[in-house]
Every structure is written in C-alpha cells, then in structure tokens.
C-alpha cells in the first residue's frame, strides 16, 4: 500500500512574554474622571516588534508605562513571564524595570556634564550582567563619538547615546515613547533602524509608541489603540527596512 501522506507538525505559539488582561487606568484631573485605559487585552511575545499606534489621547503612554513597571493598573492584571506586576510594590517594580527593562522616550535625558561613554555608564555600573559602554555605544554606530558631551552632539546622535544607555544592561524588554518625535525625518529614520538592529541581534522584545503611520511598516504586529482600547491589531505580511521609510 502506499505511504499515507503525515500531516506537518504545527509550530508551537511561543509563550508571551507580557500578558495584559482588563487593564483599565483612571486618572482624577481636579473633578474630572480621565479613563486612559477602558479594559485592554493584550499580549506581547519574545523577540517581536511591535508597535503601538494611537492618536494622542489615546492610551499609548499609559499603556507603556504600565507595561514597564512605571505606574499600575486601577484594575486588571499584567503579566511579566511568570510576575503578576500588577501586585507589586514599588520596591519590586523598581528591581523588575532596573533588571528588565530598557526605556527609551521622546527626550534623551542625558546629564549633559557627562561623556556619552560616561552617561552610558550610570546603567552598567548598576546592572547584573552589562555590556561595556564601549560595546553598547559601538551598536548604535557612536564608537568615534564616546568622549564627547551632548552638546557637542546632534539631536539623532543624542537619542542614540540614550538607546545605548537603555540596551547596555541586555534588557529583555525595550520601551520606546515617541523616540522619533524630536527629530526630523531624516535622523529619524537613522535612530529607528538602530532600535531594529537592536531588536534582530540582541532579541529584545520591543514596543515603540507613535502617532505616525509610517512607522508601522517595521513592525512584526502593529496595536491600534482609540480612546483608550484595542481598536484591532494588525500583522504585517513583510516588514520595511527603517532606511526605506519615507513621512
């Protein structure tokens, strides 16, 4: 007889890395009631790039910071692996997001009496297992640039300092706010293929906020967010090089 025909083995779904079930968040702005988040479901899975798309207003921010151990949910629960971060206090948040999490936002926050070798050093010295910030400051292509202060640097080569400071810990997770928002279209584009090269050679699980559309071409999954819920989410079928996107 001949050979029955054996199904293929199916790929087995990773397991996620976040896991936000309900998360709602309310905020009380004088006698106003601000509901920023409405009941977010979400997962979020090792090694992807994602990004989180919303106007402003739309729980983007609020999104991410709970996700980074930055606030808490009034209700609901998240998930880090095997942490229900949703219950911790402020002195297990701060170990989780000192030994996780990278953070990267709109504003580079650097102390500008500081080298970038030295601005990336405050992480390292502090951290578990870090790279040097020669090798962290060599990823994002600012090998030629350690000893110089910010002021003697460009806005692009700023945020770059300020992705090396965030990645030099080897963090899991990085969490990026707007991290174009400052910068023209041109440096933006630079400081976003850094952030993909970071997330392909260091498998960094990564979110990147933004109001800008374009942006979502790079993602692995790209989240829309509206008045503070999952609008939908969408998968790209082939994924954009950060060198060919155009706004």
């Known amino acids: 007889m001949p050979a029955m025909n054996q199904a293929e083995p199916l790929t ?27 009941g977010v479901d979400l997962e979020l899975y ?18 991410l910071n709970i996700l980074g151990g930055l ?15 949703s219950v911790y206090d402020d002195a297990a948040l701060t170990h989780y997001r000192r030994e996780h999490v990278g953070f990267v936002f709109q504003f580079y926050n650097l102390i500008p009496s500081l080298t970038a070798r030295e601005n990336v050093a405050l992480v390292t010295e ?13 990823l994002v292509g600012l090998g030629e ?33 707007e991290p174009t928002g400052a910068l023209d279209a041109q440096t933006g584009v630079l400081v976003l293929d850094v952030i993909a090269r970071v997330n392909q050679e260091l498998g960094t699980t990564t979110a990147v906020i933004t109001h800008n559309e374009v942006i979502a ?9 509206r008045d503070g819920l999952v609008a939908r989410v969408e998968r790209n079928a082939s994924k954009i090089a950060a060198s060919a996107l155009r706004w």
């Open 12 to 38: 087995p779904q990773p397991r996620p890395i976040f896991e936000a079930h309900g998360l709602t968040k309310d905020y009380q702005m004088g006698e106003v009631l601000v509901k920023a988040l409405r």
């Open 46 to 63: 090792p090694g992807e790039f994602v990004v989180l798309l919303g106007p402003s207003g739309s729980g983007k921010s609020t999104l």
């Open 71 to 85: 606030d808490t949910p009034t209700t609901g629960s998240v998930r880090y692996r095997d942490h229900d971060l």
């Open 126 to 138: 502090i951290s578990d297992n870090p790279m040097t910030p020669e090798e962290a400051l060599k």
């Open 145 to 177: 640039r350690m000893d110089h202060f910010p002021t003697q640097m460009s806005g692009g080569e700023q945020q770059r300092v300020a992705i090396a400071r965030a990645v030099a810990k080897r963090p899991q997770v990085l969490l990026c706010d």
């Open 217 to 225: 071409g790079m993602a692995d999954r790209i989240v829309h967010l």
